[in-house]
């Protein structure tokens, strides 16, 4: 993996974790968000502790991939049936299974949403539109309401910290501006759809509220 980020690869990991009958290939999943970590290493070190969270649930997953039992965690919707089917997921409190595919991914999930109305944010955005204000918008309406008062807190420092909205389209990697905007565009469907159909899959095993 090259270590400056790319907007572009981010596009292409999450279109490769697309499979042709709509399932989401987890070792693809774990590449884009291994990507965007990246990304944010780059903005600083007001960021490691959001880091430091992505890359321990991307190695609980790569863990399981990598395992005796790897061939059932190679989409979500093998994990999510695998797990649940072995009775391998706590389902109302945390018990035997702390960290199970499920609970973890979930977690994920929740921040690709963020993610999702981060992007939009941006790619709409005029000159003068601030990304600390963007963030916290798109955290506001997805990710604080999981999150307790102390780390909502400190995730609200963090966007402090972050690059004006110019800098930010510089690190992207994605051309001049416009290009940028053209990427985003077509980044977000893309992804989306890999989170529909994973919220999609847990509404339907009632697996929102894990612990
Ligand atoms: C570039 C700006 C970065 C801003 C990131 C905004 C998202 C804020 C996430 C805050 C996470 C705080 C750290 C702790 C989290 C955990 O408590 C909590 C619960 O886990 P647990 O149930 O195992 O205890 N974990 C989570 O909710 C998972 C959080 C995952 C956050 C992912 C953030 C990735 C940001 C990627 C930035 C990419 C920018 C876009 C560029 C194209």
């Known amino acids: 993996m090259a270590d400056t980020f790319s907007l572009q690869r981010v596009l292409e990991t999450f279109r490769s974790s697309l499979s042709e009958n709509k399932e989401v290939y987890i070792k693809y999943y774990i590449a884009g968000w291994q990507e965007l970590v990246s990304f944010m290493n780059s903005l600083g070190n007001v ?15 790569e863990n399981f991939l990598s395992g005796e039992n790897g061939s059932y965690y190679v989409t979500i919707q093998s994990m999510v049936k695998y797990e649940l089917d072995n009775d391998l997921v706590d389902l109302t409190k945390r018990g035997s299974h702390p960290e199970s595919g499920c609970r973890t991914l ?34 506001n309406e997805s990710l604080a309401q999981h999150h307790p008062w102390l780390i909502r807190k400190a995730v609200g420092v963090a966007f402090c910290a972050l690059p004006g909205r110019d800098t930010f389209f510089d690190v992207m990697n994605a051309g001049d ?35």
């Open 177 to 211: 501006h416009t290009q940028v905007v053209a990427l985003l565009g077509e980044s977000l469907p893309l992804i989306a759809e890999v989170y529909q159909i994973t919220e999609d899959l847990y509404v339907k095993n009632h697996l929102l509220e894990l612990p």
């Open 106 to 139: 979930l977690r994920l999930h929740r921040a690709l949403l963020w993610l999702e109305l981060f992007l939009e944010r941006l790619r709409t955005s005029t000159e003068d539109g601030k990304t600390s204000v963007m963030c916290s918008d798109a955290y």
């Open 47 to 61: 960021f490691s502790f959001i880091s430091k969270d992505v890359v321990s649930k991307i190695q609980i997953l």
